[in-house]
């Protein structure tokens, strides 16, 4: 009977330990079996279309193998990590896998890890990860959705790491650590980096912005540092994917890493002609201007004033990621 009393104490303690986890508003996810779900597209796929509440997946310390989609039909969901450094999704797609079945490479836009189709997501406290070996593009994070937030991430790759795919979507990240090879971060979003770390691996690019013609904004770095691997010598601020891209680098620091010149028109000198490059108020070793590619420009104090989250962002409606 005492043994019996021991059990029953046991799973009552259990049942009150998981509720006050999982509950409607919450989905737990762990590795070792404590949470509902053991991977987080489990619990992904638990979540109800078109949500107009906030609803939170917490993952637990652990390495989470999977690719990863977010649907479009899924909205006001944050997957939130218990450590930054300790809870990672990864995988290792890259351009080069040749497709079963088919007489043709995966190419890069089938290499993501995570990718994320629906609105209004949150990632936070996590690290996404695409570990594939250096032999071509190779997507950790890919984005479709618009007001997504990106809190105290890391997002891990080489070429490639992170492709912002719609143009007229906006995305935030805030204090997130970023590091990649060439053109690491590349697309046509609109995207705020604050007070993020973007960190080469190689020497090349650290963006390449694909910003239509008629978006104002593309790419825009506020309080953001810019650190490279000791034998990295040579890395420029940006190339354009497509002749209008747009990139701003405001109160940043920049190693010596970064090129006197700081721009590069990727071998097309018409590119000079429509690119928008800018920075203002750079500080560090790679931040003189006196010999920067002429074709991009220092704001002056009431441009760069103009340059806030609530004008960058105000495309088809307004929106302030930290309301």
């Given amino acids: 009977m005492k043994q019996l009393g021991m059990l029953l104490l046991g799973l009552l303690l259990g049942v009150t330990s998981y509720a006050a986890t999982d509950t409607p508003d919450t989905l737990v996810v762990a590795r070792d079996g404590s949470g509902k779900f053991r991977n987080l597209w489990e619990a992904i796929e638990d979540c109800r279309a078109f949500m107009d509440y906030h609803k939170v997946i917490y993952v637990k310390k652990g390495v989470y193998k999977e690719k990863v989609i977010i649907p ?13 450094d300790e ?22 836009f089938r290499t993501y890890t995570v990718k994320v189709e629906g609105s209004d997501i949150t990632f936070r406290n996590i690290t996404i990860e695409n570990n594939a070996a250096q032999k071509g593009q190779a997507v950790a994070l890919h984005t479709e959705g618009d007001r997504l937030k990106f809190v105290n991430c890391r997002i891990l790759g080489n070429q490639d790491t992170i492709y912002t795919g719609v143009a007229g979507t906006r995305l935030y990240f805030a204090d997130c650590y970023i590091d990649g090879t060439t053109d690491f971060i590349f697309g046509p979003s609109t995207a705020w980096f604050e007070r993020c770390t973007l960190h080469s691996k190689r020497d090349s690019y650290v963006t390449a912005a694909s910003t239509p013609k ?32 747009y990139t701003l680098f ?25 690119a928008r490059y800018a920075e203002y108020h750079n500080t560090g070793a790679g931040a003189a201007t006196g010999e920067r590619a002429p074709w991009s420009r220092q704001l002056t104090d009431k441009e760069a004033a103009g340059i806030t989250l609530e004008q960058v962002f105000s495309i088809q409606d307004t929106w302030n990621p930290l309301d």
């Fill in 72 to 84: 479009s039909w899924l909205t006001n969901i944050e997957i939130l990590g218990e450590d930054r």
């Fill in 87 to 108: 809870t990672i999704i990864t995988y290792d797609d890259h351009a080069n896998i040749r497709l079963a079945g088919h007489d043709t490479n995966m190419g890069t």
């Fill in 250 to 274: 405001m109160n940043c620091e920049l190693d010596e890493h970064i090129v006197t010149k700081g721009w590069h028109n990727w071998g097309k000198a018409s590119n000079e002609q429509t």
């Fill in 214 to 245: 008629e978006i104002r904004y593309g790419y825009v770095f506020n309080h953001c540092k810019l650190t490279a691997e000791p034998e990295v010598k040579r890395v420029f601020l940006g190339r354009p994917w497509r002749p209008y891209a």
